[in-house]
Nanobody, 120 residues
Framework: VQLQASGGGLVQAGGSLRLSCAVVGSIDMINGMGWYRQAPGKERELVAAITHGDTTKYADSVKGRFAISRDNAKNTVYLQMNSLKPEDTAVYYC???????????????WGQGTLVTVSS
């Protein structure tokens, strides 16, 4: 099972990007999914999260600018990022809590990270 993230890149301040993260492999169910980011010299922080039932939460710094969504048929989570600021520059990681076949436990998986750079 892997989480494959894509969509990062270089954008000017005020611009938009859309990140995608697909869960690839054999799973029973995806519970919560989320996006985290880590800027140079800083700790990884939660950006946005979404439950299986589509309840969402956001970091205060991105409220009103970012939107998280998921397509359960495609096992994919998205992060639409609008009005980007230079302080949004970071490596963005997707995360998913997965139920795997034959297991009563759930497991925390991470994507490989995708770099978002916002120029001023």
């Amino acid at each position: 099972v892997q989480l494959q993230a894509s969509g990062g890149g270089l954008v000017q301040a005020g611009g938009s990007l859309r990140l995608s993260c697909a869960v690839v492999g054999s799973i029973d169910m995806i519970n919560g999914m989320g996006w985290y980011r880590q800027a140079p010299g800083k700790e990884r922080e939660l950006v946005a999260a979404i439950t299986h039932g589509d309840t969402t939460k956001y970091a205060d710094s991105v409220k009103g600018r970012f939107a998280i969504s998921r397509d359960n048929a495609k096992n994919t989570v998205y992060l639409q990022m609008n009005s980007l600021k230079p302080e949004d520059t970071a490596v963005y990681y997707c995360n998913a809590d997965l139920a795997l076949p034959g297991s009563f436990s759930t497991y925390d998986y991470w994507g490989q990270g995708t770099l978002v750079t916002v120029s001023s």
